[in-house]
């Protein structure tokens, strides 16, 4: 959660329920030292923020979102972002593993290891010299084995990197596939016409009573085909 204290957003870290710890067979050792606390966010000098409790899963892994924007501008918070990461504990790999993103973004991660949480933020600057981050926090240790049982449309065969995404009302399915468009769209005529869906107005639009599902695919690597199947509910 956040709070809003004179100008100042203090950003809590939110809470991704632990999985309850098993009792120690014996009392621990007088000497052993006590668990560091848990990372919390820097302090930030906040213009507005969108805050959500909406919890995120990714590909089996639950992500707690949420966006902010800033006084202070990309280039300081970097470091000041970094030196969080360290003073609180984290691992902060170097500048060569961290993921590197384009349209004037970047993006710092550390991994609380012995909590098995991942935090992730991404700045853009903006043109009057103020910030736009995204936080993220991802629990691992409470990942799960992402299962196609509970999918809201078949995979055609041969897909491969299926990645799931679920929000309150609304889920995501992407993939790659060795078909051409034809194919994809082929395969999802027939089998969600066979689960009741119908085509719509609008190109790779299908709708049921209160659903709506979205297919889009482009050209993917090596000759297969990138496939996005968004579902979502709708009033009756």
């Known amino acids: 959660m956040s709070a809003l204290l004179g100008g100042v957003l203090v950003l809590a870290s939110p809470v991704l329920a632990q999985p309850k710890p098993r009792a120690p067979a014996s009392a621990p050792d007088a000497g052993t030292p006590p668990e560091p606390p848990r990372f919390a966010w820097p302090r930030l000098q906040v213009l507005e923020y969108v805050e959500s409790n909406d919890i995120v899963e990714a590909g089996g892994i639950p992500v707690a979102l949420r966006a902010v924007h800033v006084k202070e501008s990309a280039r300081e918070l970097v470091q000041r972002f970094a030196d969080a990461f360290r003073d609180g504990g984290l691992y902060v790999p170097p500048g060569k593993e961290q993921p590197q993103l384009a349209n004037n973004a970047a993006m710092l991660t550390a991994v609380d290891p012995r909590r098995r949480i991942t935090y992730t933020v991404i700045l853009m600057a903006q043109p009057d010299g103020t910030t736009t981050l995204y936080l993220g926090e991802a629990n691992h240790a409470l990942a799960r084995a992402p299962g196609t049982e509970n999918d809201f449309a078949p995979l055609p065969p041969g897909a491969q990197g299926a990645l799931r995404v679920n929000t309150e009302g609304s889920r995501t399915l992407s993939f ?5 468009g034809a194919q994809v769209q082929a395969f999802y005529d027939d089998a969600l016409g066979k689960a009741g869906w119908k ?13 709506e599902l979205r297919l889009t695919h482009r050209a993917g690597d090596e000759g297969r085909r990138a496939v996005v199947l968004l579902h979502q509910s709708r009033a009756r």
């Open 176 to 180: 790659q596939v060795p078909l051409s």
């Open 199 to 211: 085509r719509g107005d609008e190109a790779g639009v299908y709708t049921r009573p209160g659903e």
